[in-house]
């Protein structure tokens, strides 16, 4: 069933995240904007880049393939070869070039999302999840840009996301996907019912459970009894969904079935 959600509270997170984004960009020295990110073949310019793509493409722009780009190590779909074609594109630009260009994007975009009406935002579109609307793949771009987010900062200081607007909608975005997780991923048997504590940032609590196939719930039965409790931090929680270096499966504490809750956080990292 299609997703609809609301046009003005998703583009004030979405722009709210961009400036987040530039932000961090500037405060990069010659030095750190060069520096390896915790992404496998990027550097931190590199993310910056791969959002202007994104959002270039968004805008309907495109650029030239790059000959070498499906040969990547990091490079596992045509998704992730489309990123590499943006990326490489700046790569031999100035970190000045690339601000601008930032810049430029945001504007245009920022302008574009501000027009649309609700009726647009509910029309049907091609998102990195499948067919759904456009509001959906604009939570989506919310939740990558909050995840590039934390992949600037975990390079640059080690701080974490401080604004708990685009941090909710990344985290509702995340949850949309915890019964692929649990039913597909992880395999988990008919009947099984999992808990997700997410504390911190954005916090929430999430009831997962199997039937004929695993979906989110608003209680379960017996007491609203969970088989396994998973706990864990917003930032941590993301880092391991994102199948990020550095991600700490230790940060999640796991109540009850100890093995199912095991199995599950081995598979987390479904993003791709």
């Not at 309907?60 to 070498?68: I, M």
């Not at 997780?181 to 019912?193: D, F, L, Q, Y």
């Not at 004929?212 to 930032?235: C, K």
Request: charged content about 25%; aromatic content about 6%; overall charge negative.
């Amino acid at each position: 069933m299609p997703i609809t959600l609301p046009a003005a509270p998703i583009t004030e997170a979405l722009t709210a995240q961009w400036r987040t984004i530039q932000t961090l960009a500037e405060a990069l020295d010659e030095r750190q904007w060069h520096t390896p990110s915790v992404l496998p073949g990027w550097s931190q310019a590199d993310i910056v880049a791969h959002i202007i793509g994104t959002e270039s493409l968004l805008a309907g722009r495109s650029v030239d393939p790059v000959p070498d780009a499906p040969a990547a190590d990091h490079v596992r779909n045509p998704i992730g070869e489309l990123n590499e074609n943006w990326v490489q594109h700046f790569r031999d630009q100035s970190r000045a070039q690339v601000l601008a260009a930032l810049d430029e994007i945001l504007q245009v975009r920022t302008a574009a999302l501000t027009a649309m009406s609700q009726q647009q935002f509910d029309e049907p579109t091609v998102t990195p999840a499948g067919p759904d609307t456009y509001g959906r793949f604009m939570r989506i771009r919310i939740f990558d840009c909050w995840m590039h987010e934390i992949d600037l900062r975990d390079v640059l200081d080690g701080s974490v996301p401080a604004d708990p607007n685009p941090a909710r909608w990344a985290v509702d975005e995340i949850a949309t996907s915890l019964p692929f997780v649990v039913g597909k991923r992880a395999g988990m048997p008919s009947g099984t019912r999992v808990l997700f504590e997410i504390t911190g940032l954005a916090a929430r609590t999430v009831r997962v459970e199997v039937g004929d196939r695993a979906a989110i719930v608003d209680a379960f039965g017996d007491g609203d009894r969970a088989d396994v409790t998973l706990t864990v931090d917003t930032v941590d929680f993301a880092r391991l969904v994102g199948g990020r270096r550095g991600a700490d499966p230790g940060t999640v504490d796991i109540a009850g079935d100890r093995a199912r809750g095991e199995r599950i956080v081995g598979v987390l990292d479904y993003v791709i």
